[in-house]
């Protein structure tokens, strides 16, 4: 069983390391992005500590202190996936800091250039006050992450994201459950092999419900909702705002900035957010930004993908030039834009273009 429980965590650090390496190869990073990489970090650093322990040398401490970013930066993980805007601040920063600080201190005080006097007398009174308050912090975040799933939940809510959110809310409150509350803190009589590979099950469904939750989230972004309004048709004001957005739009060519949000645009016309997305399905007949946003895209990538000066530009070129961040959700939106895959359309275009050269 303990072999088994190895080789999972093995799995998990390299699952983890991947998809590091393709955080850090994207053109575009968001937040979200950056954070689930440093949670990544710290995954790979406590399964290799399980895994390797004191043989992993003078690297111990690092990768000791690298894995308190799990609990703590997996809430900001969390607020990044459930929130439109996830600003992290102060607050966020000194809770995180907190949890990593008593990890830290007692790193350096094992260091060997500390005197053995001061190990004495820090050792055990002044750590374990330290390490109750980093459980206190880590009991909290772990809180605070599975209660952003909850936020925002309303009867609107589409379908897949409902699932998402649910699939979210008990693969973590189950595995954060059995690992911190039965296992680590607990007097579960269990044996030593079997605790060994339940906490290693857990980190996997953990780090492949996230993996999903977050591929789910960069083609499914949130956006800022309306205050609950009376359905009823367009005001002279939505529409003259919906014209405001179509002309910002195509004038300035704001929908090839892959950054581009409701937020961003909002801040632009200096306008609520609220009045913006009100503006784009009642004023402009949309059924979202996105999908605004994304039919402006498509035609111009279109237009590229005819072009014969763009006749050397990649199909991923000519997607990050449309304002997609990436080449997946560039030829999903094309294909229900267009019933075609780029590829396909372009294909069919040289073939048009051919016949006329020949005619």
């Given amino acids: 069983m303990l072999e088994i429980a190895g ?3 093995l799995a998990v650090a390299g699952l983890a390391l991947t998809w590091i390496i393709a955080i ?5 990073r968001t937040p979200l992005h950056l954070t689930w990489a440093v949670f990544c970090t710290g995954l790979t650093a406590v399964m290799l500590r399980e895994v390797f322990g004191d043989a992993l040398g003078p690297a111990t401490p690092l990768v000791i202190i690298a894995g308190c970013g799990t609990c703590s930066v997996f809430w900001l993980v969390a607020r990044g996936l459930f929130r439109t805007r996830a600003v992290i601040g102060p607050v966020e920063l000194l809770l995180v800091a907190g949890i990593f600080a008593p990890t830290v201190i007692d790193q350096a ?3 060997p250039i500390v005197p053995d006097a001061v190990r004495r007398i820090y050792f055990p009174a002044v750590a374990d006050g330290l390490d109750g308050f ?3 912090l880590s009991s909290t975040v772990l809180m605070l992450a599975f209660w952003e799933g909850l936020r925002g939940w309303s009867g609107g809510l589409a379908r897949n994201e409902k699932r998402m959110r649910l699939l979210y809310l008990s693969t973590f409150g189950l595995c954060v459950s059995t690992c911190v509350m039965l296992l680590d803190h607990g007097s579960a009589p269990l044996p030593a092999e079997l605790m060994a590979g339940i906490q290693a099950a857990c980190a996997l469904a953990i780090l492949i419900v996230m993996s999903v939750a977050i591929r789910y989230r960069a083609t499914h972004p949130l956006t800022a909702e309306a205050p609950a309004r009376a359905a009823g048709p367009a005001s002279a004001d939505e529409r003259a705002l919906g014209r405001r957005i179509r002309d910002a739009l195509t004038s300035e060519q704001l929908y090839l900035d892959p950054e581009l949000k409701v937020a961003g645009l909002a801040r ?9 997305s009100r ?4 004023g402009l007949g949309e059924p979202n930004f996105n999908r605004l946003v994304n039919r402006y895209r498509i ?3 279109m237009a590229q993908l005819h072009a014969p000066d763009s006749a050397d ?3 991923l070129e000519i997607a990050l030039d449309s304002g997609f961040a990436s080449i997946g959700p560039f030829n999903r939106a094309f294909k229900e834009m267009t019933g075609q895959t780029p590829r396909a359309f372009r294909a069919a275009g040289r073939s048009t273009l051919t016949g006329l050269a020949a005619e």
């Fill in 7 to 9: 080789a999972i965590k």
């Fill in 24 to 28: 850090a190869a994207m053109p575009k």
């Fill in 109 to 111: 005080v094992l260091s």
């Fill in 134 to 136: 980093q459980t206190l």
């Fill in 268 to 276: 632009r016309l200096r306008e609520p957010d609220y009045r913006i």
């Fill in 279 to 282: 503006a784009i399905t009642a």
């Fill in 299 to 301: 035609e111009h990538a």
């Fill in 313 to 315: 530009l990649s199909i």
